[in-house]
């Protein structure tokens, strides 16, 4: 079992920049593919991020490339992702996901995929 839980989540003002965190905890021994997706009111669940934990390769969101990236802690047991430029279309609750390695990274963005979720936290951005 692995248990997430996202930090770092608040109310900002546009083209501000926040730092959200993914602690894991329990089977740490294990390397899985990380993902941070995100969730709108009145919307679906969409992909923003995925990193390797064990190659450090990544996949962005066409919506967030440029703006947000994606890494690793030193830990094997932390994950971040930097938003900066925040638009106010990127107001939602934002979890982090892990699943098993060994797939193609386009996979990354099926949320379906994924066996473990945080609780999230709630990103704000005001215009």
């Known amino acids: 079992q692995l248990q997430l839980v996202e930090s770092g989540g608040g109310l900002v003002q546009a083209g501000d920049s926040l730092r959200l965190s993914c602690a894991a905890a329990?089977?740490?021994?294990?390397?899985?593919?990380m993902g941070w997706f995100r969730q709108a009111p009145g919307k679906e669940r969409e992909f923003v991020a995925a990193?390797?934990?064990?190659?450090?390769?990544?996949y962005y969101a066409d919506s967030v490339k440029g703006r947000f990236t994606i890494s690793r802690g030193n830990a094997k047991n932390t994950v971040y992702v930097q938003m900066n430029g925040l638009k106010p279309e990127d107001t939602a609750v934002y979890y982090c996901?892990?699943?098993?390695?060994?797939?193609?990274?386009?996979?990354?963005?099926?949320?379906?995929?994924?066996?473990?979720w945080g609780q999230g936290t709630q990103v704000t951005v005001s215009s």
């Open positions: 329990g089977r740490t021994s294990s390397t899985y593919l």
């Open positions: 990193i390797s934990w064990r190659e450090g390769s990544t």
């Open positions: 996901a892990a699943r098993s390695e060994g797939v193609p990274m386009w996979r990354s963005t099926l949320a379906e995929g994924y066996s473990y």
